[in-house]
């Protein structure tokens, strides 16, 4: 069968649009006093998240993430309005695990990976568990935190497994005689 030709009316439709980015600093503050976060850049935690860049988008759909393609943060601006303040800190320690990785050559999106079995998230996620212990975080909050809508019981529990967070235990019901 063959494709019919369809004759497009004359418009312009662009291909590359240049990015808008923010620095990291400008509106993530103190980050680089942060313990942990020291702790993932070392003694060039300054240099590093005063060069970071951010791009910002607005969108119900998504959280953070780092940009596969140059290693900027990119931020949900919904999720900033509308998200657990620790829970949004977590995230960006979480996220700046994954900037230190793509400095390191590292591929974010390790082929032949699940998500909850994938090195860099494993790294990326046992740093913000532990800082999330650190500030009094339990294991039942933790596994909570670690709740995605893209992973079922199944991942979470293995992503739990994998970064040391006890899965909290169903409660049992009575037994009938």
């Known amino acids: 069968m063959m494709a019919s030709k369809v004759k497009l009316p004359n418009v312009v439709i ?27 850049f070392g003694p060039r935690t300054k240099s590093v998240l ?20 140059d290693g900027h ?12 303040r620790r829970d949004i800190y977590l995230d960006v ?5 994954h900037v230190r990785q793509f400095r ?7 082929e032949g990976f699940n998500y909850p079995d994938a090195p860099t998230e494993i790294e990326a996620y046992k ?4 800082e999330g212990r650190r500030l009094g975080m339990t294991d039942r909050e933790l596994f909570k935190y670690l709740k995605v809508e893209w ?9 739990a497994r994998n970064v040391g967070v006890k899965a909290p235990t169903k409660p049992r019901g009575r037994r009938k005689r």
């Open 14 to 40: 662009p291909k590359n649009i240049r990015l808008h980015y923010e620095r990291f600093l400008d509106h993530f503050k103190s980050f680089e006093n942060v313990d942990a976060v020291r702790g993932i």
């Open 50 to 69: 005063r060069g970071l860049k951010v791009e910002f988008f607005s969108s119900k759909w998504g959280y953070m993430g780092v940009n596969d393609e």
């Open 73 to 84: 943060l990119v931020v949900s601006t919904h999720y900033l309005r509308t998200g657990n």
């Open 93 to 97: 320690v979480h996220e700046l695990v």
């Open 104 to 110: 390191e050559g590292k591929q974010l999106f390790p």
């Open 127 to 130: 740093v913000c568990i532990a």
């Open 151 to 159: 992973m079922d019981q199944g991942e979470l529990h293995r992503l």
